[in-house]
T-cell receptor, first 115, second 114 residues
């Protein structure tokens, strides 16, 4: 069975603090894909990153970075020097590496960045 | 124009009414999906379609039906709306999955059943 857990329901940080959003996944597959999506208060879902199971390199994009560790089945997301515009709900998601499977979403973490 | 367009953006309807949410896409994707989002529950799959002749139930299909009118159009219907169907609904599209890409989402439809 596939499952995505985001244990942090809500997080509040003060602007300029760093924050890490946790994501733990379960799968028995060797090929799979992990995603992060952002949902700002306006409601749309914005794709942030896709990572395949064979690529454990960490990735950095500006203030965003992702740490993928297969040994702990985790795909954590860190925002450095947070800003008010980072306030959103963030979803971690998992997709099997076959052509007939759907994306499974975690419950989301609501991040509030306080000025 | 958006790649995936949902109409309406917002809708308030009465209990027992039939309502249709529409989705159209210009991505050229064969696969389309309907999800609903409730606070604390993430996105849950209602129905999905891998091509025009293929319709499949998701994890929460009771009370919903769908129609895939064309490759680009996938509609979700609530036959007799009830208050616990109040939620944010998303349509999404994807490629055939072999490259593991995620979804392209519409902007969502906020539905309130009173």
């Amino acid at each position: 069975a596939q499952k995505v857990t985001q244990a942090q329901t809500e997080i509040s940080v003060v602007e300029k603090e760093d924050v890490t959003l946790d994501c733990v996944y379960e799968t028995r597959d060797t090929t799979y894909y992990l995603f992060w999506y952002k949902q700002p208060p306006s409601g749309e879902l914005v794709f942030l990153i896709r990572r395949n199971s064979f690529d454990e390199q960490n990735e950095i994009s500006g203030r965003y970075s992702w740490n993928f560790q297969k040994s702990t089945s985790s795909f954590n997301f860190t925002i450095t020097a947070s800003q008010v515009v980072d306030s959103a709900v963030y979803f971690c998601a998992l997709r099997r590496g076959t052509s007939y499977d759907k994306v499974i979403f975690g419950p989301g973490t609501s991040l509030s960045v306080i000025p | 124009d958006a790649d995936v367009t949902q109409t309406p953006r917002n809708r308030i309807t009465k209990t027992g009414k039939r309502i249709m949410l529409e989705c159209s896409q210009t991505k050229g994707h064969d696969r389309m999906y309907w999800y609903r989002q409730d606070p604390g529950l993430g996105l849950r799959l209602i129905y999905y379609s891998f091509d025009v002749k293929d319709i499949n139930k998701g994890e929460i299909s009771d009370g919903y039906s769908v129609s895939r009118q064309a490759q680009a159009k996938f509609s979700l219907s609530l036959e007799s709306a009830i208050p616990n169907q109040t939620a944010l609904y998303f349509c999404a599209t994807s490629d055939n999955g072999l490259l593991g890409y995620g979804y392209t989402f519409g902007s969502g439809t906020r539905l309130t059943v009173v």
